[in-house]
């Protein structure tokens, strides 16, 4: 068994909406085109970047019909189906199933915890329904549950349709702990960090890649530290995970982090909508000329342009 199609850098794409708030299919064709031609190993849609905690089930299936059949098979997508309850995720699950994804990626249910068991079964039950991979998603920032080495391990042992993880825990502890005790027993199963800054210590530990939010503006910087480690040059993959730790720093403009990402997708000179949905806002001209000097200091150093 092998899922080597979720290997390397799948960027969280942002979803992109019009100013009267409707999905802007222009805007995110011109987007996916841009990743794909960046040479991204993959996409992630509707994962918490994209914004699908303020959407409807019918703006989520939207999106996704849309994003798959525009990818077109030309790289491996992954559709965001995790909900606070089973029977939603299971019906956004199957959608993704029936109308051409790769795979799943699912976040555990947020703002009630739930027993380790109830955990157990949320995902089971999601795995059991659909005829595709499924990734868990552990992000205990937003939903409040850590998902336990022992329950990870029990999933993919009951169902050999559970194909990796993505990360998004400050800790390279836990993303260590992960590889020993369960990709070390399943080979085949992926493990992807979501946080920028771990992208380095992860595939040195022997992870798979990841999916960072800012490979949806700089998806060359990703892309070109996971080749220059495959090739063996540690010094470069260190010196690139160095710039992407500093621009991370626009983070601290908005802590819903896809608001400062869309702004750096157009600063960095593709002409798209910034626009989100409520209750967030765009960001007031100051926050946005914060940005763009972050960047400008970044990207145009002399340092950066050999990387």
Not at 169 to 198: A, C, M, R, W
Not at 203 to 209: A, H, R, T
Not at 258 to 284: D, H, R, T, W
Request: some cysteine.
């Amino acid at each position: 068994m092998e899922y080597n199609q979720f290997k390397g850098i799948f960027p969280p794409v942002v979803t992109l909406f019009t100013s009267t708030k409707e999905f802007d299919k222009k805007g995110m064709g011109l987007l996916i085109d841009s990743l794909i031609d960046k040479e991204v190993d993959g996409l992630v849609f509707l994962g918490s970047t994209g914004e699908f905690s303020q959407m409807s089930i019918s703006q989520r299936k939207e999106v996704a019909e849309f994003c798959i059949n525009y990818v077109n098979q030309r790289v491996p997508v992954l559709i965001g189906t995790g909900s606070t309850n089973t029977a939603e995720a299971i019906s956004l699950s199957q959608h993704a199933d029936s109308n051409g994804a790769d795979g799943v990626i699912v976040v555990n249910p947020y703002y009630w915890k739930i027993t380790k068991e109830n955990l157990f079964h949320y995902y089971n039950n999601i795995a059991r329904s659909i005829n595709i991979p499924l990734l868990l998603y552990n992000i205990p920032s937003l939903t409040g549950q850590n998902i336990g080495i022992d329950t990870i391990f029990k999933l993919v042992q009951t169902n050999n349709n559970i194909a990796g993880i993505k990360v998004s825990v400050d800790s390279i502890n836990y993303i260590g702990d992960i590889i020993l005790e369960v990709k070390e027993k399943f080979p085949y199963f992926i493990v992807l960090t979501g946080q920028d800054s771990h992208l380095f210590n992860t595939i040195f530990l022997g992870g798979d890649g990841g999916v960072p939010g800012t490979a949806n503006f700089v998806p060359q910087l990703s892309v070109n530290l996971l080749q220059s480690y495959k090739k063996g040059d540690l010094e470069k993959s260190k010196k690139i995970q160095k710039k992407i730790i500093e621009i991370t720093k626009i983070y601290k403009q908005d802590p819903s982090l896809f608001i400062p990402i869309k702004e750096a997708i157009y600063f960095c000179g593709l002409n798209i909508s910034q626009q989100v949905l409520p209750p967030n806002q765009m960001l007031n001209r100051e926050s946005k000329k914060v940005i763009e000097k972050h960047l400008s200091n970044v990207l145009f150093s002399s340092d950066c342009k050999d990387i």
